[in-house]
């Protein structure tokens, strides 16, 4: 709040920054505000107009509001109403400044299937890919095979390539993306237009992600998906799908340094996905990245196993098991001040879910084998 000071008239005036100020009170600057949610009708302020100047002070005895420019160092009347309700106005800025958002998925989108890296391909342990034809389409499906995560895309795309044939597909397409001109060009969109299931193969998700982010491919994947093409990914494939993603980290500890993020492709948001979980001991890396993000939800799956999401709920699939952790009942989570430490968690929620076990996204719970999540 400025200071005040009286004059001989007893007349309360704002003290401003110079006197030049002072003689033209009235000068208010628009306030740039941003943008609301469709049909919210934010508060305009008065335009600049030749008609007749406000007086000062005005003719009341409520207690006047000064609010400070952004552009000059002085101190203006400010108008009292509406009220702008903030929370609303929040709704409008962009999601990074907003708190993501539980997990929802509408009815229309595509199934995704998430795997833990390491499944098996001969019979009669296939039944994580066999499950991802069958959900493309089967004798009708057109599969695209993305192997850009590679060191060595030529013989991940024909591995792929033969054992979704030997499954039953009725095309498979390898697609070859090795740069981001690769990715906007209009024959890579095609591919991605006329398939039926896109499937990314294991390697580093960190060139998934600057190689296809933003790009065409990027924009007509999230589309096909959001009309109900199946979409699969394995070990890197499968942690590109989280909006913020696990790329790195093998310390012992649950701490700051344990785990390294980024930003990945956001197919199943509200989620953070590490891989080969059991098989390589992440279970501290998928804690410290919970207790550092605690409104995602940690799934930690392991080899030969994946996660078929569809709505808003995912099934186990393969031979073991996932591992969900949840931060949302935890009591207490002490980060240290100095930004480099161990992590202190308390009530911190977790779950093991076997093969046939389900969970629900939206409702955060475990959900027994053939249980309707609707219903419970």
Do not use: W
Request: charged share 20%; with cysteine.
């Amino acid at each position: 709040m400025p200071q005040r000071r009286r004059d001989s008239g007893d007349t309360a005036k704002p003290l401003y920054a110079s006197e030049a100020a002072e003689r033209h009170p009235t000068t208010v600057h628009p306030i740039a505000l941003p943008a609301g949610p469709a049909g919210y009708e934010r508060h305009q302020p008065a335009p600049h107009t030749a008609g007749p100047r406000a007086t000062y002070p005005p003719p009341s005895n409520a207690p006047m509001a000064y609010q400070t420019s952004p552009h000059a160092g002085i101190a203006r009347p400010a108008v009292r109403s509406p009220v702008i309700n903030m929370a609303e106005q929040l709704i409008g800025r962009p999601a990074q400044l907003r708190p993501p958002a539980r997990p929802t998925r509408e009815e229309t989108t595509g199934p995704l299937l998430v795997i833990g890296g390491a499944e098996q391909m001969s019979p009669p342990s296939d039944t994580i890919l066999a499950r991802f034809v069958e959900i493309a389409g089967g004798p009708a499906a057109n599969i695209a095979v993305i192997a850009t995560a590679s060191n060595d895309p030529d013989c991940r795309e024909l591995e792929y390539q033969r054992v979704f044939t030997r499954l039953g597909a009725g095309h498979v397409t390898p697609l070859r993306i090795t740069d981001r001109d690769h990715a906007s060009s209009p024959e890579a969109a095609a591919t991605i237009l006329g398939a039926s299931g896109v499937f990314f193969t294991g390697g580093d998700q960190v060139r998934i992600t600057t190689v296809l982010g933003g790009s065409k491919v990027d924009s007509v994947l999230h589309g096909r998906v959001a009309e109900g093409m199946a979409l699969a990914g394995t070990s890197a494939g499968a942690a590109m799908m989280s909006g913020t993603m696990i790329i790195g980290g093998d310390d012992a500890t649950v701490s700051t340094s344990s785990v390294r993020m980024a930003p990945g492709l956001e197919f199943l948001p509200g989620v953070l996905i590490d891989m080969h979980f059991a098989a390589r001991g992440r279970l501290n890396r998928l804690l410290s990245a919970v207790a550092m993000y605690p409104h995602e939800l940690g799934l930690g799956i392991d080899e030969d196993t994946a996660i078929l999401v569809t709505r808003d709920r995912f099934e186990v699939l393969g031979t073991g098991s996932v591992t969900v952790i949840d931060a949302g009942p935890a009591t207490r989570i002490g980060t240290p001040e100095s930004g480099d430490g161990p992590i202190a968690v308390h009530g911190m929620q977790l779950h093991v879910l076997p093969a046939g076990h389900q969970f629900h996204l939206t409702g955060r719970r475990p959900l027994l084998p053939g249980t309707d999540p609707e219903g419970t």
